[in-house]
């Protein structure tokens, strides 16, 4: 009896397995049909707008370009080789309009060209033969941009010469300024060599400094150049940040086109396009996988057969291996440990999938004075400068203290300080500025040799500021990173101190080096939105008012 009831459970479990089963594939079957109906529906709704949009895009390209035919104020076409190479090669070789003025004119003119350049890269169709000219405008992008930063450094260069005419009688030294909507400039020149001297803030938009002791008696250049665009962050080919990696079970390799479903007649036709198109890109990036690995393997064998046939090579006749030959498994070992880390993820690193920079972008120079004109009874004496830009001033004198200094500080911020107040008094040495005055120091070789034997030993590094304007929407602290350009990307390094203030929206920093940084915010910055809403404003323009969650 008790056979009879589990051969009844098993019978009755195996028909409900099997009528659930009879269900779920009814269910899928129905929810198939449900879906290649709603698709129908779908693209035949949706494929009259796709034309629609396309003969739009279409419409605004043929009038783009008959107005660039029928722009007749002078500026070259940036599609036309010849225009733009000879408008180029003119800007370059102009030797007399250097000053900023004129350079912030072109700028406008030159970032006009590349946004113009931009615009027609975005709207080639796909089945255009002028796709073959895109390499061709993108070298054209970054000819202008490498000229145009090359103008901006001769226009320094330009307006340094003037500095001992241009002086500011209150501090003796020599302050500029000068912004339009594409960037701006701060200049500071150490003309007075007074040791008192702190530092300087331009009001005008809140960047300023703090020196150390060496750089006020140095004949030196402070320029901080404000970018209002960024062609920096699309150098970054690839994201620096790889995927991780998750292991899988090997699949066997089984023929594709065997295994795969054939695609259902009865589907509309843009479906049964869109669903080869996938499978043949599934197909091609399968086979330039595999020939990618191929060759990868390939080239360790090779590299390794020729490490070998070199290895055996340095080995001596009596069976010792040669110094060259250890020096070699080492750099191989060396160069292979590198090639590791590079795979790995560093932190430091900004991933711009997640942060992208805050204009404007912050380039920070230290430069040497160019020679000044020297006034002699009604002559004029100028040194010849046969450089057309500002040369950089080196400092600190060591090359190896700032990253000694960046290390010591990374130790000394994670344990507690060892000396009290009176001890770090007794070891500071004696300012000498503090009791001479700067007349006295400038008059007096010997003390001035003295005050710069002094200062040698407190090469410090300098303090940056600078206020963040109000019309930027910061939610936190944004990220400070410096362009490497040998690696193409930012990073978050050399500097230390890094503060920010909400209240007065100031950043801080301390740093031995100096180029291009950028402040990042998050992309996602309290997303999703609250609330939106797009209205009519004037005729072809409306109004979008966006409310965040903050």
């Known amino acids: 009896e008790a056979r009879v009831r589990a051969e009844l459970a098993e019978k009755e479990r195996i028909e409900t397995e099997k009528r659930l089963a009879e269900e779920k594939a009814i269910l899928a079957k129905e929810i198939n049909e449900l879906r290649r109906r709603e698709l129908a529906e779908f693209y035949e709704f949706i494929q009259p707008r796709i034309d629609q949009a396309n003969a739009t895009r279409h419409k605004q390209r043929d009038e783009f370009k008959w107005k660039r035919v029928m722009q007749c104020?002078?500026?070259?076409?940036?599609?036309?080789?010849?225009?733009?190479?000879?408008?180029?090669?003119?800007?370059?070789?102009?030797?007399?309009?250097?000053?900023?003025e004129y350079t912030m004119k072109q700028t406008n003119l030159v970032l006009s060209l590349i946004k113009e350049l931009n615009t027609v890269i975005s709207s080639i169709p796909k089945d255009s033969s002028e796709l073959e000219s895109i390499p061709t405008y993108k070298n054209t992008i970054h000819e202008l941009e490498d000229l145009l930063n090359y103008k901006w450094r001769q226009a320094q260069?330009?307006?340094?010469?003037?500095?001992?005419?241009?002086?500011d009688f209150e501090t003796s030294n020599f302050q500029y300024f000068s912004e339009n909507e594409n960037a701006a400039i701060c200049i500071w020149a150490n003309l007075?060599?007074?040791?008192?001297?702190?530092?300087?803030?331009?009001?005008?938009?809140?960047?300023?400094?703090?020196?150390?002791?060496?750089?006020?008696?140095?004949?030196?250049?402070?320029?901080?150049?404000?970018?209002?665009?960024?062609?920096?962050?699309e150098q970054t080919i690839l994201d620096p940040i790889p995927e991780p990696l998750v292991d899988e079970p090997a699949k066997?390799?089984?023929?594709?086109?065997?295994?795969?479903?054939?695609?259902?007649?009865?589907?509309?036709?843009?479906?049964?396009?869109?669903?080869?198109q996938s499978r043949r890109r599934e197909k091609e990036a399968a086979a330039a996988a595999a020939a990618a690995a191929a060759a990868e393997a390939q080239a360790l064998e090779e590299a390794a057969a020729a490490q070998a046939a070199q290895e055996n090579a340095d080995e001596s006749q009596d069976g010792t291996v040669s110094p060259t030959a250890l020096n070699r498994k080492k750099s191989v070992r060396d160069v292979t440990a590198d090639l590791i880390l590079e795979e790995l993820a560093d932190e430091s690193v900004i991933d711009l999938r997640s942060h992208w920079p805050i204009l404007p972008l912050l380039e920070i120079?230290?430069?040497?004075?160019?020679?000044?004109?020297?006034?002699?009874q009604e002559w004029n004496i100028v040194q010849v400068d046969d450089t057309d830009v500002l040369v950089p001033y080196i400092y600190p004198s060591d090359p190896g203290l700032p990253k000694r200094f960046y290390e010591e500080y990374v130790s000394l911020s994670k344990m507690e300080a060892g000396k009290t107040k009176a001890d770090e008094k007794t070891d500071d040495p004696m300012d000498p500025s503090m009791t001479f005055d700067a007349t006295i120091i400038a008059n007096n070789p010997e003390i001035k040799r003295m005050f710069l034997a002094n200062a040698i030993k407190q090469e410090s590094a300098l303090t940056f500021k600078y206020k963040i304007p109000s019309e930027i929407f910061i939610t936190?602290?944004?990220?400070?990173?410096?362009?490497?350009?040998?690696?193409?990307?930012w990073k978050q390094e050399g500097y230390v101190d890094y503060e920010y203030t909400s209240d007065t929206r100031m950043i801080s920093f301390k740093t031995y080096d100096f180029g291009t940084f950028a402040l990042l915010t998050d992309r996602h910055a309290h997303m999703p939105f609250q609330s939106w809403l797009i209205r009519n404003h004037v005729r072809n323009s409306g109004k979008f008012d966006c409310i965040l969650l903050i």
């Open 73 to 100: 104020d002078g500026t070259p076409d940036p599609t036309s080789i010849l225009e733009i190479n000879t408008f180029m090669s003119l800007w370059r070789d102009e030797h007399q309009r250097t000053n900023l």
């Open 476 to 489: 936190d602290k944004p990220l400070l990173a410096r362009w490497i350009k040998d690696r193409n990307h």
């Open 192 to 233: 007075s060599h007074n040791p008192r001297i702190k530092g300087y803030l331009f009001e005008q938009n809140g960047f300023g400094f703090d020196l150390p002791k060496p750089l006020t008696l140095a004949h030196i250049a402070i320029l901080g150049f404000f970018l209002k665009y960024d062609y920096y962050s």
């Open 157 to 167: 260069h330009d307006t340094m010469l003037k500095a001992t005419d241009l002086q």
């Open 365 to 376: 120079n230290l430069f040497n004075i160019p020679p000044q004109p020297k006034k002699v």
């Open 252 to 276: 066997q390799v089984t023929n594709e086109d065997d295994d795969q479903e054939p695609i259902d007649p009865t589907l509309p036709a843009e479906i049964r396009k869109l669903m080869e």
